[in-house]
């Protein structure tokens, strides 16, 4: 089984910044990409930022510039900075990894993180 926890969302001012985290464990045997996805109220979800193992970034056109995703391989772990938050930031995040359980398998696994809270207040 592979185990995504996310951790650093909370309740913060317009204008003000916040930090996630995301730490993968369990059976891996190789984590590919990583990436952060948020889902408002009335809204699906949709895709904030991916980086490949290598540190190729994608992110959504809208929030270039304010967020920023990085990784630390040796953690399996994937951040989001988030500054310059604004009330329609305010969503549950997600963080997701495809990744490879087993030697010798070319298959990849999607996992989903169980998503963390936050809250942009105006």
């Known amino acids: 089984q592979v185990q995504l926890v996310e951790s650093g969302g909370g309740l913060v001012q317009a204008g003000g910044s916040l930090r996630l985290s995301c730490a993968a464990s369990?059976?891996?045997?190789?984590?590919?990409?990583m990436g952060w996805y948020r889902q408002a109220p009335g809204k699906q979800r949709e895709l904030v930022a991916t980086?490949?193992?290598?540190?190729?970034?994608n992110y959504a056109d809208s929030l270039k510039g304010r967020f920023t995703i990085s990784r630390d391989n040796a953690k399996n772990t994937v951040y989001l900075q988030m500054n310059s938050l604004k009330p329609e930031d305010t969503a549950v995040y997600y963080c997701?990894?495809?990744?490879?359980?087993?030697?010798?398998?070319?298959?990849?696994?999607?996992?989903w993180g169980q998503g963390t809270q936050v809250t942009v207040s105006s």
């Open positions: 369990g059976s891996i045997f190789r984590v590919n990409a």
């Open positions: 997701n990894a495809d990744v490879i359980r087993y030697y010798g398998i070319s298959t990849s696994t999607s996992s």
């Open positions: 980086i490949t193992s290598g540190g190729s970034t």
